[in-house]
């Protein structure tokens, strides 16, 4: 009998060779012959210098020089190889192997640094100072991208990450200040993420209101609430309110001086290494974990996790409330690590980042670790680049994130897909 | 389990056996509206399978219904405990009430005292600057506030209705500050490069504020409706894209004013600002009577054109569009274009009635305020009128209230957003005044009962 | 295990979906709940498994009294339900799938899926399933999707298995394994609530038979009651199972399809080089089980599907490559098989969902101005042709019910002059006595002239309505035969088998069950 249904059943998966997606190679052409104008042709005639580190570090690594346009008329052949490669595939009626695309993207990652800092009035950049500036920017998108994983990956659309950091910058200059502890900061910032959480799961779960709009309209009450205190407040007596004091830097005797990932790894504030744990134990958990299971379930298809006897509602709730946490901590870097003290708006848009680094990350953990590091490179390099004096706009590179995001969303690069529910609220019946 | 398969078991419809069928259907009618009602009721009582499946356009169905169906108590309760929340703000971090607390205990009067002059201080203030000036000399100075607050309302309403527009057809648009600020460019451009005669030159900048805002927000149309991405991301995304498109414009010299490096446009012409709609003492303009004009446009085209019948099939179920021969693709692009050309006016209205220059904060935050304009106002053209005057005058009050009391007028952001949670969520508010469930109790009553129209707003 | 319900009643608002309900379930038998749609079976089974609390009444385990809080206390009371839209996470494993809910973990919390994969193999071997345990479900064909329901309830050790609908998916090859493996089941001591509206499984596997009706049971049959006794017992009252129709008088074949070819977007091809001809004044039905073309067939007719190849020509016009709207110009007329999702706007009004696809006809709109009297006229005019039971025509569709939308979407459809006239499920989920007015209606249609095909997957429907009928297997027509064929031989080509082949077997052996 078995054999016989095999037979029945398989039949449904037949004859896929059928309508072929020509955007890949269009875009990898389009791109290639981009960076043959631009990189290749339009290489400045000089050499460029990437310092691998400080000259009084206790590992000094040579700089690294190379020609400008010797790199971009390599990458850029190896990139026009590329396309050819998946235009022949695409004509022959074969999927281009994943692999073209990724080492594509390094090629024009490396092809564009080159030629935007060769192209400076000074081509010299510190490399290691780029990558460690990068994960310092990065770290609060980081948290941000995971508070949105732990929501939409159990089906809570969560828009109001913006929010969760204002907030948690916000209490951590606060309770910092107060208390003279930067740890108590902290806590604070963990307990008003949870805060700002809390309304977001009344209002989109018990109240069955559209995430978005509590998203949006959380926002801008945060942003209310907390410039509406700042002045009322802060402003009055910061000496009082609003100067919290630093969290130390940790520095990891050792492991700290390795050239390059010494400093980004191992010379952290404890705000720092609480990321990197908090990327691998959300990722573990999540793929690994009975609770990350039940999540992904309650995100896919609730009402299949409520027929097993999974509570939706409350494990979105309290995942939710976790996400506040993770935010929360995210803020604190505001106040106790990047400056002490809170600014009206200091967020200023990086919950939206974060945001777009979660879609850019697929709704990964890894993934939006990663696309943060990207997003948080980009500010940075455009930062470094003003001082430069770069060819290139620093408005441009400030818009990256978001190009890169509408890119994505839009199924040019990759193809993101939302868990099945998120988004949707779960009404039991 | 499928929706019609158990919770509308028609009787009536069923099996009797009519002695004549004229008979029947009489008796049948009545029987028919008794489960009519209950089917409606054991939707709200639980959330009806038919109306909480999980597919994209009955969230959107959802929440276009809540915006909808608040009824009007609900709404004015909502007003009041924000205001009341927002007065308590206000009073707990006034210094005078921080003061007078640290001997509550002996004398809690001066606490509550200070606490109330506070709020009523800070809200009397918010009136006068936004209302009627009780204390002003002459006749323009008591009216003076109410302009402004039509002033600041002008852009408010444009770019609600706008937002409310595309909630219609389904879309979430959260890009009206980019609209606005592309429109603003555009018209902008034409303001200070062109020189035309009056007139002409007004009509071409309030087309060119228009056409930007359309391209700006036809994109996001044109990606959702090829790619199936998601607009709420689209629109945040472009609207930060905007802002720094706008700051390179600025930095260009086709945009910088001449001899200046800070990212400021020269002056508009003379001919392409709007008049002044009340004479120099005031500084309200033409925009309102065209935002007036805008609001009567889109309750032609929402409720009375084939273009709005078109919108709101997409918005309410796209499938039953598309199998109607309603091209939901041109839907969307052509929902979000005028959505944007709406956002654009507001830009207009900035750069040609308020600012007369383009700076990249053009825009204020008109553009998510909108937002909150358009949920208050249920998305319905006049609707969205009323809340865009109300905001209007948080804002043109705030400023009053900013300078009298040195009360901050952030309060008025927290204000407006408490009004639009709590109007999201009538069972709350009926649950914090103890007021009647309207319908049937059962679990889950918390969901919206099916709306009598869509077509019935406005 | 023994399970009984004693007087379930469930309310929702002032309707009753369960009317004091007994029932009596004993081990190791198939006890069928045989009801129309909307009788109430979905919703007593929901209360059984804990999904719904009853209002009244209660439920009984080997005598003792349970109260299901949610579907864990029922799974753990010995429950397991396989839904009629299969619970399972899409992009879940198989594993993962049986595994969620009911996790055995490692230190730390960490999944064990080793152990789940070992059951699932166990079982599979046991019942001969042939389930892999780290497939991903959404690649899976729906029979097995199936098994995979039915490994959860078992993992979970069930003893009472409750299936909803579940042979409305299935071939009749697999709806005969089903029933293998339903008898297994038995065998091995659990038992099985059956629930179905088709009588013929019915009466093939059951023990017992409960009849429901509009929330009450109206009684109980054996299996060996005639088919039209238990017809007239589901249905309350004598039903004539056929219906008065002239033979049919076929003029010009007016709609004809040459090599369609329509393709999903992962490339396979869903509808595989259809040709046939439909004459005026005839009904093409086509037949099969859900799931093999028929939706994308209809669809690609009106414009609706993207990657299609072929000719499609009414009158000698061609449509492939044409819009939607200009194919609903050419006069076209559309049933749609899920009527709430795409035949209907629920909030729009019911005047507004009968103009639907004619807002912008001259009658009711000048220029881009919509005339709101002339839509109410219409509408008026339409609710009393059709007998559509509404408050007013400006009550919102969604608030009818089933058979009544469905009058909405046949008087929309049917009010102006058609060429061609597609309805897909015409009667699904409609009771009957408003099926038998909408057929009534299809078949006048018919005898006007217009070429009219029905898809149907109810077999009962198919034979009733159709002169000529199709048979749809994986994209392709196994034949076209006369409407007077036996049903055995469309079973056969509805598990794949040509039409001639089909022929010759059914007359070999008379009297198969399906």
């Keep these: 009998m078995s054999t016989a249904t095999t037979t029945t059943a398989t039949g449904t998966g037949t004859g896929t060779s059928g309508v072929r997606s020509w955007k890949n190679p269009i875009i990898l052409s389009v791109v290639a012959l981009f960076c043959l104008v631009v990189f290749a042709l339009g290489a400045p005639g000089n050499s460029v210098t990437f310092r691998l580190s400080e000259a009084d570090d206790a590992i000094v690594l040579p700089s690294l020089v190379v020609s400008a346009p010797i790199i971009g008329w390599v990458c850029t052949l190896v990139m026009l190889a590329l396309a050819v490669l998946a235009v022949v595939r695409t004509r022959a009626g074969v999927r281009t192997p994943t692999w073209v695309p990724a080492v594509f993207a390094v090629l024009f990652f490396i092809a564009f640094l080159t030629w935007v800092v060769g192209s400076a009035r000074t081509p010299n950049v510190a490399l290691y100072g780029l990558l460690a500036g990068s994960v310092t920017l990065a770290v609060p998108l980081i948290f941000g991208s995971l508070s949105g994983v732990l929501c939409e990956r159990s089906g809570v659309v969560n828009i109001a990450i913006e929010g969760q950091l204002l907030f948690g910058a916000f209490a951590a200059a606060v309770a910092a200040s107060l208390s003279g502890s930067a740890f108590v900061g902290l806590v604070a910032a963990a307990a008003a993420g949870v805060l700002v959480s809390l309304v977001l799961a009344v209002f989109s779960i018990r109240y069955v209101v559209n995430q978005v709009i509590v998203g949006v309209v959380l926002n801008v009450l945060v942003s209310g609430l907390t410039g509406f205190l700042f002045s009322a407040v802060l402003s009055e007596d910061s000496q009082r309110w609003n100067s919290p004091p630093r969290l130390p830097v940790i520095r990891i005797p050792f492991l700290a001086d390795i050239p390059i990932i010494g400093p980004i790894l191992f010379e952290q504030t404890i705000v720092g290494y609480l990321m990197y744990v908090a990327v691998a134990v959300v990722y573990v958990a999540l793929y690994h974990s009975r609770w990350g299971l039940r999540t992904r379930a309650v995100g896919e298809h609730p009402k299949a996790a409520d027929t097993l006897g999974v509570n939706v509602n409350r494990r979105r709730f309290v995942n939710v409330l976790l996400a506040g946490v993770v935010a929360g901590v995210g803020g604190s870097f505001f106040t106790l690590v990047a400056v002490s003290g809170f600014g009206k708006d200091m967020t200023a848009g990086q919950g939206y980042i974060a945001l777009a680094a979660l879609i850019f990350g697929r709704w990964n953990p890894i993934g939006a670790f990663f696309a943060a590091l990207l997003f948080g490179f980009a500010t940075n390099l455009s930062n470094v680049l003003s001082l430069l004096g770069t060819p290139v706009p620093d408005q441009f590179l400030r818009m990256l994130p978001y190009v890169v995001t509408v890119f994505a969303v839009a199924g040019l690069v990759g193809r993101s897909r939302a868990p099945g529910a998120s988004g949707i609220p779960y009404i039991k019946g | 389990m499928s929706p019609q398969e158990d919770n509308r078991v028609p009787p009536g419809t069923g099996a009797t056996t009519p002695p004549t069928r004229r008979q029947a259907r009489q008796s049948d009618r009545k029987d028919e509206v008794r489960t009519e009602k209950a089917a409606e009721t054991a939707d709200g009582a639980l959330p009806p399978p038919a109306a909480a499946a999980p597919e994209p356009e009955t969230a959107s169905q959802t929440l276009l219904q809540r915006i909808m169906t608040g009824n009007a108590l609900v709404a004015f309760l909502s007003v009041v405990l924000s205001l009341i929340l927002g007065g308590l703000l206000i009073a707990v971090t006034d210094p005078a009430v921080g003061r007078a607390s640290s001997y509550f205990f002996t004398r809690p009067q001066d606490t509550l005292g200070a606490a109330w002059s506070a709020a009523s201080n800070a809200y009397i203030a918010l009136f006068q600057g936004s209302v009627i000036n009780v204390r002003g000399t002459s006749f323009t100075s008591v009216i003076y506030p109410l302009t402004q607050t039509l002033t600041v309302a002008t852009p408010l309403i444009c770019a609600g209705l706008g937002v409310a527009l595309a909630f219609r057809a389904g879309l979430f648009n959260i890009g009206a500050q980019g609209q606005i600020l592309i429109g603003a460019t555009f018209a902008a451009w034409v303001g200070f490069t062109l020189h035309l005669p009056a007139g002409l030159h007004l009509l071409l900048v309030v087309l060119a504020g228009m056409v930007g805002g359309a391209i700006w927000a036809g994109l996001v149309g044109l990606l959702k409706a090829r790619t199936g991405a998601h607009e709420v991301i689209l629109t945040i995304m472009f609207n930060y894209i905007a802002t720094n498109l706008v700051l390179y414009f600025l930095s260009t010299s086709a945009f910088q004013r001449p001899g200046s490096t800070n990212p400021i446009s020269p002056q508009l012409d003379g001919t392409a600002v709007y008049p002044l709609l009340l004479g120099p003492a005031f500084r309200l303009h033409w925009g309102f009577v065209v935002a007036v004009v805008a609001t009567v446009f889109v309750w032609w085209l929402l409720n009375r054109s084939t273009i709005g019948f078109e919108l709101r099939a997409v918005g309410a179920n796209a499938s039953a569009a598309r199998t109607a021969g309603i091209s939901v693709s041109k839907g969307y692009i052509l929902a979000m274009a005028i959505a944007g050309a709406l956002a654009g006016l507001a830009g207009v209205a900035q750069v040609s009635g308020t600012e007369k220059v383009l700076t990249s904060g053009v825009a204020a935050s008109f553009g998510f305020d909108a937002i909150t304009v358009a949920l208050l106002g249920r998305s319905s053209p006049w609707g969205t009128f009323a809340a865009g005057i109300l905001f209007g005058a948080f804002r043109a009050g705030g400023v009053t209230m900013q300078a009298s009391t040195g009360t901050s007028i952030d309060i008025v952001l927290v204000v407006q957003s408490l009004i639009v949670l709590f109007i999201a969520a009538p069972p709350l508010v009926r649950a914090l005044f103890r007021l009647p469930v309207p319908g049937a109790v059962g679990k889950g009553s918390t969901t919206p009962r099916t709306p009598a129209s869509t077509g019935a707003a406005a | ?514």
């Design chain 3, 1 to 514: 295990m023994k399970l009984e319900l004693i007087g379930i009643t469930k309310r929702f608002g002032s309707l009753v979906a369960n009317d004091h309900i007994d029932l009596v379930v004993e081990p190791g038998q198939v006890h069928s709940l045989l009801g129309e749609n909307g009788a109430g079976k979905s919703t007593l089974m929901n209360v059984l498994y804990g999904l719904y609390d009853p209002s009244e009444g209660e439920i009984r385990v080997d005598d003792e009294p349970v109260v299901f809080k949610g579907p864990a206390d029922a799974m753990a009371a010995g429950i397991g339900m396989v839904h009629q839209h299969f619970m399972l996470v899409p992009v879940f494993t198989v594993a993962e799938n049986v595994a969620l809910g009911n996790e055995t973990t490692k230190a730390g919390g960490l999944l064990n899926l080793a152990r789940t994969r070992e059951r699932i193999r166990e079982i599979s071997d046991q019942y001969g399933f042939a389930v892999d345990p780290d497939a991903v479900v959404e690649d899976l064909p729906v029979g097995v999707q199936q098994r995979v329901e039915i490994i959860k309830a078992l993992v979970r050790d069930a003893e009472v298995l409750i299936l909803d609908e579940p042979t409305a998916v299935l071939t009749p090859r697999e709806t005969d394994e089903l029933l293998g493996i339903m008898g297994q089941l038995t065998a091995d001591g659990k038992s099985i609530v059956f629930i179905s509206h088709k009588l013929r499984e019915v009466k093939a596997v059951s023990d017992v038979i409960t009849v429901i009706r509009r929330g009450k049971v109206v009684g109980t049959a054996e299996p060996s009651a005639s088919t039209t006794e238990l017809a007239s017992l589901m249905v309350g009252r004598s039903v004539s199972l056929t219906l008065d129709k002239a033979p049919a008088t076929p003029g010009e074949a007016s709609f004809r399809v040459r090599d369609l070819v329509v393709q999903a977007a992962n490339g396979q091809r869903v509808v595989d080089g259809l040709s046939f001809d439909v004459s005026q004044g005839e009904i093409l039905a086509v037949a099969g089980v859900q799931g093999n073309g028929q939706t994308e067939l209809t669809e690609a007719i009106l414009g609706l599907q993207d990657h299609v190849s072929g000719s499609i020509t009414l009158d000698g016009v061609e449509l492939v490559g044409r819009s939607v709207k200009d194919i609903i110009r050419a006069g076209v007329g559309f049933v749609p098989e899920d009527r709430s999702v795409e035949g209907l706007v629920g909030s729009f009004t019911v005047a507004e969902n009968l103009v639907l696809n004619r807002y912008d006809d001259a009658a009711f709109a000048r220029g881009l101005s919509m005339s709101p009297a002339a839509i109410r006229k219409n509408a008026e005019e339409k609710i009393e042709e059709f007998d559509i039971r509404t408050q007013s025509a400006s009550s919102a569709a969604g608030t009818l019910s089933g058979g009544n939308q469905q009058k909405v979407v046949m008087a929309r459809e049917l009010s102006r002059p058609l060429k061609l006239f597609i309805a897909s499920q015409p009667t699904r989920g409609v009771d009957v006595g408003s099926i038998e007015f909408l057929h009534r209606r299809i078949v006048a249609e018919r005898d006007g002239g217009t070429p009219v095909i029905i898809v149907s997957t109810e077999l009962d429907e198919v034979l009733e309505l159709a002169d000529r009928i199709a048979v749809l297997y994986r994209g392709r027509f196994m034949g076209i035969v006369p409407g007077t064929v036996s049903r055995d031989v469309l079973g056969l080509m509805m598990a794949g088998m040509p039409a001639d082949e089909a022929l010759a077997q059914a007359h070999d052996v008379q009297g198969g069950d399906l």
